[in-house]
C-alpha cells in the first residue's frame, strides 16, 4: 500500500479587519481573574469559570448525558434554560 504523502502548503499571513481592535477582552477570562482573587483562606472554592477541572466527572454525570443523548436532547437549549432546571435551582 503506497504512504500518503502531503504536499507542501504555502503560508499564507494573517490579516484582521481593523475593526477586529474594538473587540476587547473575552469575559471569561476577566471572570477567571475575579474568581483568582475571591479566595479566602480556611475556604475552598471550586473554580468553574474557565479550564481543565483537576477532577473526574461523576459517572451519574455521565449516565445521565448517555441517556438524554438518546432521548433526542441534542440540540442547544433555551437561551433563558430549561424551565424545570431553573425553577429547582430556583427552590
Known amino acids: ?3 500518503a ?5 504555502q503560508q499564507l499571513e494573517l490579516r484582521l479587519a481593523s475593526r477586529m481592535s474594538r473587540l476587547g477582552t473575552e469575559t471569561a477570562f476577566e471572570v477567571l481573574n475575579k474568581g483568582a482573587r475571591a479566595g479566602t483562606p480556611g475556604k475552598d472554592i471550586i473554580h468553574l469559570e474557565i479550564g481543565e477541572p483537576d477532577f473526574d466527572t461523576l459517572r451519574t454525570i455521565v449516565e445521565a448525558a448517555v441517556g438524554a443523548l438518546h432521548k433526542g436532547w441534542t440540540h442547544y437549549g433555551p437561551a433563558a434554560g430549561l424551565p424545570d432546571l431553573r425553577q429547582t435551582i430556583a427552590e
Open 1 to 3: 500500500m503506497p504512504s
Open 5 to 9: 504523502v502531503m504536499e507542501p502548503q
